[in-house]
């Protein structure tokens, strides 16, 4: 029974823990400064318009920490395109910049557009934009009039969180477990 308790423990632990997981990209701990790394935080950052700096400049206010990433001056949107190696949630980033410009995210997934954020115009105070979809996505673009005007800071993204089954899911599941627990008590007795 003690087996059949810690196993039941360790597997609600390991659904909970896999849930919990975002992972922030804070600019702050990959050197001086200079180009983001091709497979920075384990995306594809190799369109190749992303830098990043902590020299103090205002209205580029960093969120966290002192370093924040910028797309390169007149560079496409396309350019601006993060990928994720394998589909993954994206909650969003804090920005910063001059208000001469208005941003969104497209986000991809196979290549189809399928969700665009809100749009945001920067400022001096460090802005959180948020994606607005919860679904999978493998490309997230950001979108500006221009692509020198703002900086980004705690780039948030996760796993592909499950669905989460409805009560009587875990009623009938909580009833199978009852009845091998039992089974196995009553095994035991003989």
């Known amino acids: 029974m003690n087996r059949f308790v810690r196993w039941t423990s360790a597997g609600a632990l390991a659904l909970l823990t896999s849930l919990a997981s975002a992972q922030v990209l804070t600019f702050d701990d990959i050197g001086p400064g200079g180009t983001v790394p091709v497979n920075y935080g384990g995306l594809d950052w190799s369109g190749g318009a992303w830098n990043y ?8 206010t960093p969120h966290s920490g ?22 993954a949630t994206f909650q969003g980033a ?7 410009i208005d941003l969104h995210f497209e986000l991809f ?20 934009l948020s994606s607005g979809y919860a679904g999978p996505v493998d490309t997230v673009v950001v ?3 221009g692509q020198n005007f703002f900086t980004m800071d705690d780039f948030t993204f996760g796993a592909v ?4 089954p409805e ?19 009553r095994r035991r007795g003989d």
């Open 167 to 185: 009560p009587r899911t875990y009623a009938l599941m909580g009833l199978g477990l009852a009845i091998i627990g039992l089974f196995l008590f």
């Open 109 to 128: 997934l196979g290549g189809a557009l399928v969700s665009t954020s809100a749009s945001l115009t920067p400022s001096d105070v460090p802005t959180f």
């Open 53 to 60: 700096f902590a020299t103090p400049q205002p209205p580029y």
């Open 143 to 145: 979108t500006a009039g």
């Open 66 to 87: 002192t370093f924040r990433a910028f797309a390169e001056f007149g560079a496409p949107d396309a350019a601006a395109a993060i990928r994720f190696p394998t589909p």
């Open 94 to 100: 804090w920005f910063s910049g001059y208000d001469l």
């Open 161 to 164: 969180t499950p669905a989460i």
